[in-house]
């Protein structure tokens, strides 16, 4: 007997995708709230984005619900005690984009030390000096890596990849990883005194916040080069306006800014409820760095690369197969 599955959220793109393997399944663009989720009350499995309501007062309204596939790796917005209590297997995507991040990074600092925004720009007005566009090998370099978690061990791989001497950053130690790589673990300090290269790949929490700023960006070498592809608010912009504005600051690349709109989730910048959410003034609008000649911003895009994406589909796939096969996989509690 086929189980009744419906995917919440869905959009053009996804469709294609989930057809291959479950034809069977509804696919609606609305998010299940509590005014629509009577149209779904015998619905077995759902899968959503996170702007679905999986609260207990629309969850108890799905009676034959035994499974969540939630396509995102946060699960905030399941209500997990609720589904414990009544044996609702809730299912995420833990990983979709670490070297997709990374590799957007890389693709910042080589911007940044190679010269190519500029580069490209005189090229197009058929200019071939160059004498304003020599750049930095990273060859011998030192890159200090703040945070060494999954984005963070691709680009530690990566750096050292190339050649680069590397320093990181982290909590937490682990050996066998520093053994394989040949890096530094350092206090923040000596980083930032030490590094030719900061890149940062860090949650925003309190402690984190401002973890570079007016203060200790001075420690940073001078000619130095600053990439965030992480969040916002661990740098605080006056900082890098002050880096940039004393010669501290050789370049900044930045997939994120202070004043964007916080994120639990990275695919969620591509939903149009984020469309509709997001206060992008402050992004676009007269932003001192978005017109300073040694700052390269993109708009938070390290995250959107076609396999990224395909993997959170795939990876819900597979979860709900798994279900279906008495195995869950990917399960959340």
Same mark, same amino acid.
């Given at each position: 007997?086929?189980?009744?599955?419906?995917?919440?959220?869905?959009?053009?793109?996804?469709?294609?995708?989930? &057809?291959?393997?479950?034809?069977?399944?509804?696919?609606?663009?609305?998010?299940?709230?509590?005014?629509?989720?009577?149209?779904?009350?015998?619905?077995?499995?759902?899968?959503? +984005?996170?702007?679905?309501?999986?609260?207990?007062?629309?969850?108890?309204?799905?009676?034959?619900?035994? $499974?969540?596939?939630?396509?995102?790796?946060?699960?905030?917005?399941?209500?997990?005690?609720? $589904?414990?209590?009544? &044996?609702?297997?809730? $299912?995420?995507?833990?990983?979709?984009?670490?070297?997709?991040?990374?590799?957007?990074? +890389?693709?910042?600092?080589?911007?940044?030390?190679?010269?190519?925004?500029?580069?490209?720009?005189?090229?197009?007005?058929?200019?071939?000096?160059?004498?304003?566009?020599?750049?930095? &090998?990273?060859?011998?370099?030192?890159?200090?890596?703040?945070?060494?978690?999954?984005?963070?061990?691709?680009?530690?791989?990566?750096?050292?990849?190339?050649?680069?001497?590397?320093?990181?950053?982290?909590?937490?130690?682990?050996?066998?990883?520093?053994?394989?790589?040949?890096?530094?673990?350092?206090?923040?300090?000596?980083?930032?005194?030490?590094?030719?290269?900061?890149?940062?790949?860090?949650?925003?929490?309190?402690?984190?916040?401002?973890?570079?700023?007016?203060?200790?960006?001075?420690?940073?070498?001078?000619?130095?080069?600053?990439?965030?592809?992480?969040?916002?608010?661990?740098?605080?912009?006056?900082?890098?306006?002050?880096?940039?504005?004393?010669?501290?600051?050789?370049?900044?690349?930045?997939?994120?800014?202070?004043?964007?709109?916080?994120?639990?989730?990275?695919?969620?910048?591509?939903?149009?409820? +984020?469309?509709?959410?997001?206060?992008?003034?402050?992004?676009?609008?007269?932003?001192?760095?978005?017109?300073?000649?040694?700052?390269?911003?993109?708009?938070?895009?390290?995250?959107?690369?076609?396999?990224?994406?395909?993997?959170?589909?795939?990876?819900?796939?597979?979860?709900?197969?798994?279900?279906?096969?008495?195995?869950?996989?990917?399960?959340?509690?």
């Amino acid at each position: 007997m086929n189980k009744r599955i419906v995917y919440f959220e869905t959009e053009g793109w996804e469709r294609e995708i989930i &057809d291959g393997t479950f034809p069977e399944a509804e696919l609606v663009s609305e998010k299940l709230t509590v005014e629509n989720v009577t149209k779904y009350k015998d619905a077995q499995i759902i899968s959503s +984005f996170i702007y679905s309501d999986l609260s207990k007062q629309v969850l108890e309204q799905l009676p034959q619900l035994e $499974c969540i596939a939630t396509r995102s790796t946060g699960y905030d917005h399941i209500d997990l005690d609720y $589904c414990n209590n009544h &044996d609702i297997t809730v $299912c995420n995507v833990p990983e979709y984009g670490s070297n997709t991040v990374a590799e957007h990074t +890389f693709a910042l600092i080589l911007g940044l030390t190679r010269k190519i925004y500029e580069s490209v720009n005189q090229a197009k007005q058929i200019n071939f000096d160059h004498t304003q566009i020599r750049g930095t &090998d990273l060859f011998g370099k030192t890159i200090g890596i703040i945070g060494l978690g999954k984005i963070g061990i691709n680009v530690l791989r990566i750096a050292h990849g190339l050649r680069m001497k590397i320093v990181v950053y982290n909590r937490s130690q682990d050996a066998d990883l520093q053994q394989r790589y040949g890096f530094e673990y350092v206090d923040i300090d000596t980083l930032l005194t030490r590094a030719d290269i900061i890149t940062l790949h860090l949650p925003l929490v309190p402690e984190t916040k401002h973890l570079i700023n007016q203060e200790n960006i001075l420690r940073m070498k001078k000619g130095s080069y600053i990439v965030n592809t992480a969040r916002g608010g661990l740098i605080q912009t006056e900082a890098l306006i002050k880096g940039l504005n004393e010669g501290i600051l050789e370049g900044v690349a930045l997939d994120v800014l202070e004043e964007e709109k916080e994120l639990t989730e990275e695919a969620a910048i591509l939903s149009p409820q +984020f469309q509709k959410e997001a206060d992008m003034k402050t992004l676009i609008m007269d932003h001192y760095l978005m017109t300073h000649p040694k700052v390269i911003i993109t708009p938070h895009n390290a995250f959107n690369s076609t396999e990224a994406l395909s993997r959170i589909e795939h990876t819900t796939i597979d979860n709900i197969k798994s279900f279906l096969q008495g195995n869950p996989t990917n399960t959340v509690t």
